[in-house]
């Protein structure tokens, strides 16, 4: 599947999951994939709710905790960050641009699942990198006003305002929640032309989707 990138990150087997890149091919996605109407907010619903959904649930993130629940949101740029417990029974699936991990999308997930921080492993997926995501006083302000250490994931630049660290915000979100175990975050969707679409890079892009599926 040259289409999609699979997690970096130690889950069981019956745990499926991944990030589509603009190579992805119809037939690489899952079956019955069901999509949330993404609002830049810190709303959690469940698979099942998405599946009983005539129409897009208005949500962030979804959770999982039966057989074949499958848990996905749509990037370009904003961070994607899928859940596993360590056990395997148990996923989810986050939308977190800045809006989004302000308003506490990332710890409304965890509060949403049955098993302890400690015991959940995070997957960030492809997002917007801190050299390529600048940002005004008015974001930057918003999360030191929440955690003064914030500070440390924004970097000014020539023209006095801010460069960005999504990956950072949401470690040291996630990490605050008692999660300690975080893998991947290594990627640009805004300088990976050729492999991500980037909201920034052209507002008229498509979408990757970031998923994780119960066997």
């Not at 029974?89 to 999308?105: F, S, T, Y």
């Not at 509060?111 to 995501?133: D, H, T, V």
């Not at 006095?160 to 999504?166: I, K, N, S």
């Amino acid at each position: 599947m040259t289409g999609i990138i699979r997690p970096d990150w130690p889950v069981p087997d019956n745990v499926v999951a991944g990030t589509t890149t603009m190579a992805v091919a119809a037939g690489e996605l899952p079956r019955d994939l069901k999509l949330l109407n993404q609002v830049h907010g810190a709303i959690v619903v469940s698979a099942a709710a998405v599946r009983q959904a005539d129409e897009p649930l208005d949500a962030d993130a979804v959770t999982g905790r039966s057989r074949g629940d499958l848990c996905a949101v749509r990037t370009a740029d904003c961070l994607p960050v899928l859940f596993c417990s360590r056990e395997g029974d148990e996923v989810a699936a986050a939308h977190a641009g800045w809006r989004g991990l302000a308003a506490g999308i990332l710890e409304n997930t965890i509060a949403a699942m049955s098993s302890p921080p400690a015991y959940l492993i995070a997957w960030l997926g492809p997002a917007i990198s801190q050299a390529n995501f600048e940002v005004g006083n008015e974001v930057r302000d918003v999360f030191i006003a929440q955690d003064p250490g914030a500070a440390a994931c924004f970097e000014q630049n020539a023209r006095g305002r801010w460069q960005a660290d999504l990956y950072g915000l949401a470690r040291q979100r996630l990490a605050r929640s008692g999660l300690k175990a975080v893998f991947g975050g290594q990627w640009c969707t805004f300088a990976e032309a050729d492999r991500f679409h980037s909201y920034r890079r052209d507002p008229d892009c498509g979408r990757m989707v970031s998923f994780v599926l119960l066997k």
